[in-house]
C-alpha cells in the first residue's frame, strides 16, 4: 500500500520479467552470508578495542547488548513489514513503501553509496592484512596494499557474476573458520581465568556508565551493519516467509551474543582494572597479542591470516548487497535497464555486479593516483559508511512504523511503536555522530565538511531525480521501490 498521495495516472507497474533473481539459500547460508558482511575477525581484532577506548571503557559488553535490544525492536516491525510486501529491494523498498517514493529514491541512492564505500574500504584493509601476513608469516616480501587489493577485487568479480549459492558456500567456509578461532580464543580466556581470575565488573553500573556512553551506544550499534541484509536477498532464498524472519533473527542473536561475548573475554584477558591502559598504549596491538597469551602462537598467526579471510569474506558479502541495489534500482530504470536484467542461466545480477567491480577498480585507481594513505582511507570510508548506515536506519525504522500503524487491512500498533523506539534511538545516534564525525572518520577541518556534503548531497540528488521523473517520467517514477 502507498501511505503518500501520489499523481494521478501513477500506478504500479508489472515488473519485467528479466529482472528477476533465483536462488535457494536456507536460513543457515543467508546468516552466514549476512554476518561475513560484519566479518568477525574484523570486529575483534580493530573494533572492539576502540570501542573500549573511545566509548565506556570495560562496560562495552553491556552497550553490545543494548544496542541488540535497539536493532532487535527495529527488526520486529522491518520483518513483519517485508513479509506484507513481497517485494525485493531492501531498504530501497521498505522505505519507499512506508515514506513514499520521493523519500525513497533518496534513501535508495544512499544505500547505494553506503555499501559501496564499506567495500572500497575493506579492499584497503584487505590489502593491508594479506600483506602484513605475508610479511609475518611467512617471511615474504613488501607488496603494496592495492596489488593484494586488486587480486580481491578480480574474485569478487568472479563470485558476484554467478548465483548467490556459489558465493553462499564460500562465505559458510570462510566464517565457520572465523567462529573457531573466536570460540578457541574464548573458551582459552575462560578456561585460564584472565588475568585475574573472572570477573564480572564489565555489568557492574559504574563500569557500564564510565567514559562516553553515548559514544559506546554510537559504536556498539555499527557492529550490526549488515543485519537488515537478509531482505535484500528475498529472492534468492527458500521459503521467503520462513527464511528471512529466522535468519534475521538469528543474525542478530549471533552479532549481539558473539560481540558481547568476546569483548568480556577481552576485557577480562587484561582484568577491568587494566584493559584501558592496554588499548591506550598499543591500540592496534592489544587483540593479537591477547590471543597470542592465551591461545598460542600458531593460534596468533592464524588470526593474522584470518583477518585477511575475513576481510575478503566481507569483500564478497558487501559486493554482492552492492550489486542488488545498483541492480533493483536499475530494475525500475533509475540506471540503465540493462543492469536490472538476470543472467538467463545463473539468475544472477551479473551485469550489475560487472559494473560494481569496473566502478571499485575506477575508485581504486584514484585513490592510487592522489596517494591516499591506505590506513587513511580506510578510515574516511569505514567512518563514512557507518554514518550513512545511521541515516538508513532512522529512515527505515520511521518507515517501517508508519506503514504497520497505516496499513488498514491489519494495523500493527505494537510493532509500529517498537519502531518508533527504535528510531529514536538511531536518531539520537545520528545527532551524536554528526557531533562526532571527526572522530568517527578521523576527519577534520575541510574534510570533515566535505564528507558531511558528499553523503547528505547523494541523498539529496535522490531526492531531486524523483521529483524531476514524477514531471518528466511518471512511467519510471511509479517503479520506485520495486512497485
Excluded at 139 to 166: D, E, K, S
Excluded at 326 to 353: T, W
Excluded at 405 to 419: Q, T
Amino acid at each position: 500500500m502507498s501511505t503518500v498521495s501520489e499523481p494521478a495516472g501513477v500506478g504500479l507497474v508489472e515488473p519485467s520479467q528479466t529482472t528477476g533473481l533465483r536462488g535457494h539459500m536456507g536460513v543457515l547460508e543467508l546468516v552466514f552470508t549476512v554476518v561475513a558482511y560484519n566479518g568477525p575477525v574484523v570486529v575483534f581484532l580493530g573494533f572492539i578495542p576502540v570501542a573500549i577506548l573511545l566509548g565506556n571503557g570495560a562496560g562495552t559488553p553491556v552497550a553490545i547488548l543494548a544496542a541488540g535490544v535497539v536493532v532487535t525492536l527495529l527488526a520486529v516491525g522491518l520483518v513483519n513489514m517485508a513479509m506484507r510486501l513481497d517485494r525485493p529491494g531492501g531498504f530501497y523498498a521498505l522505505i519507499t513503501a512506508g515514506l513514499g517514493r520521493i523519500t525513497g529514491l533518496g534513501a535508495g541512492f544512499t544505500a547505494l553509496t553506503c555499501y559501496f564505500v564499506a567495500l572500497i574500504s575493506v579492499y584497503a584493509l584487505g590489502g593491508i592484512a594479506l600483506d602484513t601476513a605475508v610479511q609475518s608469516v611467512f617471511n615474504g616480501p613488501h607488496v603494496t596494499w592495492w596489488v593484494y587489493a586488486f587480486a580481491m577485487l578480480v574474485g569478487a568479480a568472479a563470485l558476484g557474476y554467478f548465483n548467490i549459492n556459489f558465493s553462499a558456500k564460500a562465505l559458510t567456509v570462510l566464517l565457520g573458520c572465523e567462529l573457531v578461532l573466536m570460540a578457541a580464543y574464548d573458551i582459552s580466556v575462560l578456561v585460564r581465568g584472565g588475568a585475574n581470575g573472572i570477573g564480572f565488573e564489565s555489568f557492574s553500573p559504574d563500569q557500564i556508565t564510565s567514559g562516553s556512553v553515548s559514544i559506546a551506544f554510537l559504536f556498539a550499534v555499527g557492529l550490526f551493519g549488515g543485519f537488515e541484509a537478509t531482505v535484500i536477498f528475498r529472492d534468492e532464498v527458500r521459503n521467503p516467509q520462513r527464511t528471512i524472519p529466522r535468519a534475521t533473527y538469528g543474525v542478530i542473536a549471533l552479532l549481539a551474543g558473539m560481540y558481547a561475548l568476546t569483548a568480556w573475554c577481552f576485557v577480562n584477558s587484561y582484568g577491568a582494572a587494566a584493559v584501558m591502559d592496554a588499548v591506550t598504549t598499543n591500540l592496534t596491538g592489544a587483540a593479537p597479542d591477547s590471543v597470542k597469551e592465551y591461545t598460542g602462537t600458531f593460534a596468533y598467526d592464524v588470526a593474522t591470516i584470518m583477518l585477511f579471510t575475513s576481510s575478503f569474506a566481507l569483500v564478497i558479502a558487501a559486493h554482492n548487497i552492492t550489486a542488488r541495489y545498483l541492480f533493483n534500482l536499475a530494475g525500475d530504470g533509475i540506471f540503465p535497464r540493462a543492469l536490472g536484467e538476470a543472467h538467463p542461466r545463473h539468475v544472477s545480477p551479473h551485469r550489475a555486479s560487472l559494473t560494481l567491480s569496473v566502478l571499485s577498480a575506477l575508485t581504486i585507481g584514484v585513490i592510487i593516483a592522489v596517494k591516499m594513505d591506505e590506513l587513511t582511507m580506510y578510515a574516511r570510508f569505514a567512518g563514512l559508511y557507518s554514518y550513512a548506515f545511521l541515516m538508513l536506519l532512522v529512515l527505515v525504522s520511521l518507515a517501517v512504523g508508519v506503514y504497520l500503524l497505516r496499513d488498514s487491512e491489519k494495523p500493527a500498533v505494537a510493532k509500529a511503536v517498537a519502531a518508533f523506539i527504535s528510531c529514536g534511538a538511531f536518531l539520537v545516534g545520528l545527532f551524536l555522530a554528526t557531533k562526532n564525525f571527526d572522530l568517527l572518520t578521523g576527519a577534520t577541518g575541510g574534510g570533515k565538511f566535505l564528507l558531511l556534503v558528499v553523503i547528505w548531497g547523494i541523498s539529496a540528488a535522490g531526492l531531486v531525480t524523483a521529483i524531476i521523473l514524477r514531471t518528466l517520467r511518471p512511467d519510471v517514477y511509479a517503479r520506485i521501490g520495486r512497485q
